[in-house]
Nanobody, 120 residues
Framework: QVQLVESGGGLVQPGGSLRLSCAAS????????MGWYRQAPGKQRELVAK???????NYADSVKGRFTISTDNAKNTVYLQMNSLKPEDTAVYYC??????????????WGQGTQVTVSS
């Protein structure tokens, strides 16, 4: 079993910054990728940013130049630095990890979600 625990959400004014963290733990053989998705009320969940192991990061067009994804592989942790936040960034942000467990099976795992609200 793999658990993803997120932290760092909250309320921020437009133009402000927040940093999200997500730590993976449990039966992990290898993590293939980690990323962040978000879901606003009445909308589908969408990719925000993703970082594959040894690969190129991928960002949604709406966050390019404002958000930065990074990882600490030793800690199985992914971060999302969010700058110049806009009201349209308001959503529940979910951490995602594609994990190979010791039985060499791969699955996607999700965090519980953390609320980000951008409002004056």
């Amino acid at each position: 079993q793999v658990q993803l625990v997120e932290s760092g959400g909250g309320l921020v004014q437009p133009g402000g910054s927040l940093r999200l963290s997500c730590a993976a733990s449990g039966s992990i053989f290898r993590i293939n990728s980690m990323g962040w998705y978000r879901q606003a009320p009445g909308k589908q969940r969408e990719l925000v940013a993703k970082i594959p192991r040894g690969g190129t990061t991928n960002y949604a067009d709406s966050v390019k130049g404002r958000f930065t994804i990074s990882t600490d592989n030793a800690k199985n942790t992914v971060y999302l630095q969010m700058n110049s936040l806009k009201p349209e960034d308001t959503a529940v942000y979910y951490c995602n990890a594609n994990v190979i467990t010791p039985n060499l099976l791969g699955n996607d795992y999700w965090g519980q979600g953390t609320q980000v609200t951008v409002s004056s």
